[in-house]
């Protein structure tokens, strides 16, 4: 079981490139997230998904995509990189999307965009 | 707008000793979620314990506490008797009903041997 994983682990990028960045969970969680981490600002949440095939906008979705085609998987594309983007990012997900329910995060992907 | 404050940036801490990460948030929503989650230098998000707002009693989890003060929208974590382990950064999260969950800015917690 191992839990929620994200690839790749580091990058860095161009001003104007593209990436993906890939989450994976096997526990069957329904709901999945991806979050920025920035120094002093904690983590603020870009977009989630409620199902396959479902996503929905978080704080601080501008300049991000994401797409959810399996439920195992969630996808976050920077379609064309700038150096706001250089954060650390993390994949989380949870089984329910209710009060108590505690979200399980990947190991993070640090992004520099140059 | 739900906001999550923590205003200790830098905590210093003595082995064995006990300390207290203030945690304080703003909510209008009678229902709501607290959580506290560590990252410790290797950078992976690790779930400590939960308080809800209609929970009786303060939450415990071995040597972490919730000192949960309704009234002043406080939510410290107490980590008792610490350990050099503990050193790492300290989140505090909120969430309400069909909100999204929102963290803090973190306080880093540094254990003295």
């Known amino acids: 079981n191992a839990g929620v994983t994200q690839t790749p682990k580091f990058r860095v990028l161009k001003t104007g490139q593209s990436m993906t960045l890939l989450c994976a969970q096997d526990m069957n969680h329904e709901y999945m997230y991806w979050y920025r981490q920035d120094p002093g600002m904690g983590l603020r949440l870009i977009h989630y998904s409620v199902g396959e095939g479902t996503t929905a906008k978080g704080e601080v979705p501008d300049g991000y995509n994401v797409s959810r085609l399996k439920k195992q998987n969630f996808l976050l594309g920077l379609e064309s990189a700038a150096p706001s983007q250089t954060s650390v990012y993390f994949c989380?997900?949870?089984?329910?999307?209710?009060?108590?329910?505690?979200?399980?995060f990947g190991p993070g992907t640090r992004l520099t965009v140059l | 707008a739900q906001k999550i404050t923590q205003t200790q940036p830098g905590m210093f801490v003595q082995e064995k000793e006990a300390v207290t990460l203030d945690c304080t948030y703003d909510t209008s929503d009678p229902s709501y979620g607290l959580f506290w989650y560590k990252q410790p230098s290797s950078g992976e998000m690790i779930f400590l314990i939960y308080?809800?707002?209609?929970?009786?009693q303060n939450a415990t989890e071995g040597r972490y506490s919730l000192n949960f003060q309704k009234a002043r929208k406080s939510a410290n974590l107490v980590i008792s008797a610490s350990q050099l382990g503990d050193s790492a950064m300290y989140f505090c999260a909120m969430r309400e009903i069909n909100n999204d969950m929102r963290f803090g800015a973190g306080t880093r917690l540094t254990v003295k041997p």
């Open positions: 308080q809800g707002s209609y929970d009786q």
């Open positions: 989380a997900s949870s089984s329910l999307r209710s009060l108590y329910n505690e979200q399980f």
